[in-house]
């Protein structure tokens, strides 16, 4: 089943003579399930696909659907109830706030649907992440691995049914960056959750179910991948 599909997405910065092409009239189908990787050479346009298919930013032409319908089609609230619900967001920088402890961290996204703290899934998913001992800590008494799983238990909270992940394993070593690899096929196979992942590393790419390879805003290739 299709989950969420781009037509003719393109996304232009500037004007005139400065205009900058980010994306290039890219149309994409991703399927229910799926663990898609995506690639490619800095500025080729794979975080700005990413932020689009996010809600984060708007298109210049074209759509995404979800279900069917055009995200941009929604008006303010409903857009942002498609972020807070249905999208789960896990970057490069772990965006954790220093002041606050690990469960406060995790427990944000409820707060801002002003939501009760379902103990029962925090227990879950600390439980999942190894977290359960680490509830009370702070990020700065982390490693940088520990505070990536608290950033996945945060995109986590509120059970979203897509994980859009930028360079997740980028600031981490080979071995935390592996570890995070194993969660989120963990995530992917056990949970079903849908996930778009960037990567640069080739390695952690084919551990997916598919690759696709963006160059100047271009879909350049796309793979099956034989993943473990």
Avoid at 85 to 100: D, K, M, S, V
Avoid at 125 to 151: K, M, T, W, Y
């Amino acid at each position: 089943m299709i989950l969420l599909k781009t037509l003719e997405l393109s996304k232009k910065y500037g004007n005139g003579e400065a205009q900058i092409t980010a994306l290039d009239h890219v149309s994409i189908s991703i399927e229910k399930g799926e663990f898609l990787s995506i690639m490619g050479t800095s500025g080729s346009g794979k975080s700005t696909l990413l932020n689009l298919l996010g809600g984060l930013d708007n298109p210049t032409e074209g759509k995404v659907l979800y279900h069917g319908q055009n995200i941009f089609d929604m008006d303010d609230n409903t857009l942002s109830q498609f972020r807070l619900r249905t999208i789960g967001f896990i970057f490069q920088a772990y965006n954790l706030i220093p002041e606050l402890t690990v469960r406060e961290n995790i427990l944000i996204p409820k707060g801002i649907a002003k939501e009760k703290a379902d103990e029962k899934k925090l227990a879950e998913i600390g439980e999942a992440l190894g977290l359960i001992d680490r509830f009370n800590h702070r990020p700065a008494q982390l490693s940088g691995g520990q505070q990536q799983r608290v950033a996945i238990a945060r995109a986590l909270i509120n059970q979203p049914e897509i994980l859009l992940c930028d360079e997740p394993t980028g600031n981490l070593d080979q071995k935390s960056g592996g570890n995070v690899m194993q969660i989120l096929k963990m995530l992917n196979s056990k949970y079903g959750i849908t996930i778009l992942m960037i990567t640069h590393d080739e390695n952690l790419a084919r551990k997916t179910t598919r690759t696709i390879v963006i160059s100047d805003g271009k879909i350049e290739e796309t793979g099956v991948n034989e993943s473990e």
